[in-house]
C-alpha cells in the first residue's frame, strides 16, 4: 500500500450495462492505481460451447447479452459458414464472400437495427445527462421531454427491426446457418423504411443540441485506433480486414497476432493490448479516426457539426461519433430496405451446405467496436474450439489509460480538487467508452 495520498472508490459505475466500480491511488500529483474492477459474474461462454453442435452456437452465444444479441448472432453465424465453406458471392472485394446477397443485406440491416438501439439508449439516456447536468434520464426528461421521447421512440425502431429479421427483439431465432427461416414481407419493410426516413429530420435537430454543448478536454489524449476496413468503398459495419490507425493492415484470420489477451487480478474480464504491449481503442470514434472520410448524406452533415475541428484525439467525443453513426445507420437502413425491396420476391432463403471440419474467423463493427468469433469444428459438426473476444473487453485497458489521464490532467489544474468532481470526471470517461460489461466477463484461469 502507498502510504499517504488519497483514495477515490466509485463502488458502482453507474449508466452502463453491466456492474463494474473504479479505484484511483493519488498521492501528491500522481496517480499511482487506476483500476476499472468488473465485478459481474463470469460467463464461461467459449467453455459451453465446446462439444456442442454448430447449429446450437448462435443460439447460446447470442445470450451472453440481451442489447449485443443480434451482433454476437450474425458474427457467429458468419464465423460457422466459414468453418463449414459456405461462400458463394463475392463482393466488390474479392476477399469477402457471402452466402447470398439477399442474406447478406438481411443481416446488415439486423445490425444497423442494434446500432440504432444500442446507439440510442446510450447517447441520448446514458451519456447525454453528463453533458447537461442531470444524474439520470429521468430527472433530464424533466426539463427535456421531446428529446427524450424521441431518442426511447428511436430505441424502439431499432428493436422493431430486429425483431422483423430476428424474429424477437432480443436473442434471434430466425437467423439460421446458411440465412433465414422466414423472409420479411414487402409492407412490413416498407412501413421501417418509411419510419427511418421520418426520424431524420428529429434526429438532426438533437445533433444541433449536441453541438451546442461543451465538450470537456481534460481527458483528450492521442490512442491508438482500431477498426476493420469495410468490405465496399462506404461507411460499413462489416470488413475482411483489421486496420490500425498506424496504417497495419491484417486479414481478420490473423487477430491474433493484433489483438494479445491477458488477465488481470481486479476483474473478471480480460484486458487486451496490441501485440507491442500499447493499449488501443475500438468503437465509434476509431471508426470515424479510419473511416470518416466515407460518411456521406446527412451523417456526413452531422459529422461536420460534431467535428468542427476534424476527428479530434478525445475519448468524450465517441459520444458524438455514436450519433453520427446513428444517423448513418438511419439513412443506410433505408437504402438496404430499398434494395430489398427492389429484389424478386422469395418464399425462401436458405443455402444448402455439407458438414465439414473446418475453422472459421469472423469479425463485425459492432456499436462499441470490434467484435471476433473463432470457432474450429470436426467432421461432425461438433465445435472442438472457440473463441469470443468483445469490444469492451479490447478497451478496458485503455479505459484505464484514460482514466489516469484524465485525473492527472485534473488534478494538475487544481492540487485539491474536490472528490465529487473527480469522480463526475471519472465516470464520464468510462462512459463514454460504452462499456458492456456482460459481454466483456469470460476469464477461464488455468488450474
Known sequence: MIPGGRTITIPHL??????????????GDVVHEVDLDIFEGSR?????????????????????????????????????????????????????????????????????GATIE?????????????????????????????????????????????????????????????????????????????????????????????????????????????????????????????????GEEYPVEQYQDVVRELTVEHSHAKHAALASGETYMVGSLARLKLWGDLIRGRAREAMEKLFPRGVEDNVIL?????????????????????LLLDMPPAEHQMVEYEVRAGRGVAAVEVPRGTLFHDYEIDDQGYVVAANVITPTAQNLANVERDMRHAVESMIRVDRQMPEPKIKAGLEMVAR????????????IREP
Open 14 to 27: 453507474g449508466r452502463v450495462e453491466g456492474h463494474g466500480g473504479i479505484h484511483v491511488k493519488i498521492v
Open 44 to 112: 464461461y461462454y467459449e467453455a459451453l460451447l465446446k462439444g456442442r453442435h454448430f447449429l446450437e452456437v448462435q443460439g447460446i452465444i447470442c445470450r451472453v447479452c440481451a442489447i449485443c444479441s443480434a451482433s454476437h448472432t450474425v458474427a457467429a453465424l458468419t464465423a460457422i459458414e466459414k468453418a463449414l465453406g459456405i461462400q458463394q458471392k463475392q463482393l466488390e472485394d474479392p476477399n469477402f464472400a457471402v452466402t447470398s446477397y439477399r442474406v447478406f443485406l438481411l443481416r446488415g440491416l439486423l445490425v444497423l
Open 118 to 246: 444500442s446507439h440510442a439508449l446510450h447517447v441520448f439516456a446514458l451519456a447525454l445527462p453528463d453533458f447537461l447536468g442531470f444524474d439520470s434520464v429521468i430527472s433530464m426528461s424533466a426539463k427535456h421531454p421531446e428529446a427524450v421521447a424521441f431518442a426511447l421512440k428511436l430505441k424502439q425502431l431499432g428493436n422493431r427491426i430486429q425483431d422483423l429479421i430476428g424474429g424477437r427483439a432480443i436473442h434471434p431465432i430466425n437467423t439460421l446457418v446458411g440465412g433465414f427461416g422466414r423472409l420479411p414481407d414487402a409492407e412490413a419493410l416498407r412501413s421501417i423504411r418509411d419510419d427511418l426516413r421520418a426520424s431524420l429530420d428529429p434526429l438532426m435537430k438533437l445533433v444541433d443540441l449536441c453541438a451546442s454543448l461543451e465538450v470537456p478536454t481534460w481527458p483528450a489524449h492521442p490512442a491508438v485506433y482500431v477498426a476493420l476496413r469495410p468490405y465496399e468503398e462506404a461507411f460499413r459495419f462489416r470488413g475482411e480486414v483489421i486496420c490500425t490507425s498506424r
Open 318 to 338: 465517441n459520444n458524438w461519433a455514436q450519433l453520427v453513426e446513428l444517423v448513418h445507420s438511419l439513412e443506410r437502413g433505408a437504402e438496404v430496405c430499398d
Open 432 to 443: 463514454a467508452y460504452d462499456p458492456c460489461i456482460s459481454c466483456s466477463v469470460h476469464v
